[in-house]
Structure formats: C-alpha cells, structure tokens
C-alpha cells in the first residue's frame, strides 16, 4: 500500500486530532519521512470514514502539523516542553527538526525536572522529612523533630526562633568583649596568668599591656555561660535521640561545633580551679582551648540550616561546579598575567617587590576590592591596573550570572514545592 507521503500533490487528507479536523496536502510528511504521518497507510486501525482519527492533544498537534509544512518546527510559549516531547515522540518526529530559537523552551523543562528531582531526592535523605510523613510516632522521634525539625509542628517552631535567638545573643555577648567599654582590669592572680600565658605565646609589651585591661564585665560572661549551657544541653539531647549517630557527629559544621564547645567548658573549668591556674601546663591548655573556642562560630550554620535561602544556596553551589571551576580557572589566569606584568612594570622603584606580590594586588584590584596597601606609580602601571579592574568587572561577571540564574531556579522549584508539599499535608491530615 502507497505511504501518505508518496501520494499525489492534491490530494488531501483529513486528520481527526481530539475532536478538532484538520486538512492538508499528503506531500508536505516529506519533510520528515521517519515521522509516523509519513508512513501511515489506508489499512491503519485509524482510518475510518476517509479521514484518520487520533486521541492527542490537537493543540500541539497544530504545531507539528505546522513544522511539516515549514520544514522546522517551533513551540508555543505555553506549553511545557516535556508534553510537547512526547506529542514529537508519538509522531515519531526528530527533536533535530526543532527551530534553534525554541531550544531552550524545549529543553528547559529538563532542567527544572533535574532541579526538582535533587530538590526531591535531598528531601528524602532528610529523616527529619520521613518522620513527618508518618502517623503513629514514638516519643523519641517526636523529641527529634521537636529538636531539628521547625516545621514538624508549633512547638518546635518556637523552639528554634529561642534557640536561634540565644545563638545570636550568645555570638553579639562574645563580640561585646572586644569592645573597651565592656573591659575591667584582671585581679592580681589573673595578671600572673596572663603574664605566663604572654610568655607561651612571646607577646611583646604592648600586646601584653593590652590584654591587662580586656577582662570582660562579668554579667557579659554569665549571660554567654547561660546561652552555653542551653545550647550545650539541646545538643546533648538531640545527639542522645538521633537516629543515626554517626551521620549527625561526623558533619563539618557539628565537628567545629563539638570542639568549639568542648574547649569552652574545658576553659571555664580550668580557670576556675584557682590551684591548677599555678601550672604552667594549665595556662597553655587554657590557652590553646581559648583559641579553639573560636570554632563555636559553626552554630550560626544552625541559623543557615532553617532558612530556605542558605538551602537554596547550597544546591545551586552543588550544581554550578562548572561554572565555580570556570570562574577560578579565570580568576587564576587573570592573577598570573596581571600580576607579572604589574611587577615588570613598576620593578625597580614600587613596594611590589615581587612576583607573588605581584599577585596578590591583580586579586584584590580583579576582584574590586582595592585595599591600597599596594599601588601602581608609573604610567604603565596605571595603564596595567585599570585593564585588570576592567576584566574583573568584565569577564567575572559571566559566569556569576549563571550561578544566579541557578539559584532562581532553585529558589522557585524550592518554593512552589513547599507549597504543593504543605497543600498536600493539608489534605491528608
């Protein structure tokens, strides 16, 4: 039997696509000969009545109708490029015939399955995630979602905001300690420890009369003490009920924070044991633990953890690779040019002495920060430096741009999935 495509110019052909009929010359499936139209005969089950009949969307049908006669094919803007892919594979049209200004309507939509589906997949490694889902739960699940998870109900709402509130409370305490206003002088069995502890570390005069007067007032310490201890005692507790235990510990973020802690209270002990203070193995274990107290900052991930945007942030870093390796790989060539031809040209009469240096003012000025510690002297130098803030301007903002792109897609998926997520729990409940 003669194929629909090898039929005569004139003759027509009747098409019953959804209940809308559409007419056409038989000649114009030559365009695409592998598609199916093309090679449709009389005898098909489809055929009744003298005009084929078929269960699709008559929509997209009228625009790969449409894409024989033109020879190319072009998508609406209102339809997603998933559904209109599979109207193509039905028809057994190529994706190669699609016009190039409707590729991104046509791929586009693979993007946003691909951001759901980490979107989806992230979710469901949450335990936290799983436990909400499920009805009848035990008191010790019930103290985990209570304690890691705000949105499992009211309660652990308010929870957070007051744990995310000591935090802050906590951090600005410890910030107000730097401040000479906050300051009284150390007793005299304190200057001795300090006096020891500047020998530890040979500090000079200056450092060592400086420290002498930066005792913090001492309702600063209580208040960072109390703010300590109740976050010391959340964590406890939630490591007590967590699930898995060896995940939850051997985090980045919790690992700083579990020596952070630990060497807070190690500190606070050791200083108030007066007799072990006449050591000298004492001042330096207190002084070693006052410096790695500063790891406590890794609670303010606690902060990141509960606010959709730092989520958002950290899929859109997970997924911009390419783009990161893109923006050091030019970052770094930028760095190595700029940097030797600023050392050439300002050698011998400049504070850039050498290459490395050299290097390190092409980073600051690419990245149009600009300390002014170093800066160039000769008229090639000027001449240098402007076409190095230029290409940072220039070519850095390429691919930031497309990280940005990134996280609003993100941050839309991330958005209307919490709203289908919380419509749906709505429903169930």
């Known amino acids: 039997m003669e194929k629909l495509c090898n039929m005569d110019r004139t003759n027509n052909l009747r098409i019953n696509v959804g209940g809308t009929i559409f007419v056409c010359h038989s000649h114009i499936f030559k365009s695409f000969p592998e598609s199916f139209l093309a090679n449709l005969e009389k005898q098909e089950p489809n055929y009744k009545n003298d005009e084929y009949f078929f269960d699709r969307n008559p929509h997209i049908f009228a625009y790969i109708l449409d894409g024989f006669r033109k020879g190319s094919i072009h998508l609406p803007k209102d339809v997603c490029g998933t559904t209109f892919k599979a109207e193509m594979e039905y028809w057994e049209v190529s994706k190669e015939h699609v016009a190039p200004c409707c590729w991104e309507a046509l791929y586009k939509s693979d993007e946003d399955i691909l951001t759901m589906q980490k979107l989806i997949n992230d979710c469901e490694k949450n335990s936290s995630f799983l436990m909400m889902q499920q009805k009848d739960q035990s008191i010790r699940n019930r103290l985990w979602l209570f304690l890691d998870e705000p949105r499992s109900s009211k309660y652990a709402m308010a929870w957070a905001a007051f744990v995310s509130v000591l935090i802050v409370v906590s951090t600005l305490t410890e910030a107000m300690t730097s401040v000479p206003i906050f300051h009284v002088n150390y007793t005299e069995s304190e200057q001795k420890i300090i006096k020891k502890a500047s020998e530890f570390l040979n500090w000079d005069e200056s450092s060592y009369e400086k420290m002498m007067t930066m005792k913090p007032q001492p309702y600063l ?66 002084t070693v633990f006052a410096y790695l107290t500063v790891l406590k900052l890794a609670r303010l991930f606690y902060l990141a953890k509960h606010i959709p945007a730092f989520y958002v942030i950290r899929l859109t870093m997970s997924s911009s690779k ?108």
């Open 322 to 429: 390419t783009e990161l390796k893109i923006l050091m790989a030019i970052l770094a060539i930028l760095i190595c040019v700029f940097g030797t031809l600023i050392y050439y040209a300002e050698y011998p009469n400049s504070k850039i002495s050498n290459v490395f240096i050299g290097m390190y003012w092409a980073l600051i000025t690419v990245t149009t920060v600009g300390y002014g510690d170093y800066t160039p002297q000769s008229v090639a130098g000027h001449v240098i430096a402007g076409a190095c803030a230029s290409c940072g301007v220039l070519i850095l903002a390429l691919p930031i741009g497309v990280i940005a792109s990134s996280f609003y897609t993100f941050y839309n998926c991330n958005k209307y999935g919490t709203k289908h997520y919380d419509h749906i729990k709505v429903r169930h409940n």
């Open 221 to 286: 310490k209580l208040a960072d003490i109390v703010c300590h201890s109740i976050i010391t005692l959340e964590f406890i507790i939630t490591l007590v009920v967590c699930h898995n235990k060896m995940t939850y510990v051997f985090d980045f973020s919790r690992i700083c924070l579990i020596i952070g802690y630990f060497s807070f209270w190690l500190k606070l002990i050791l200083q108030l044991e007066e007799i072990s203070l006449k050591s000298d193995i004492a001042i330096k274990m207190i």
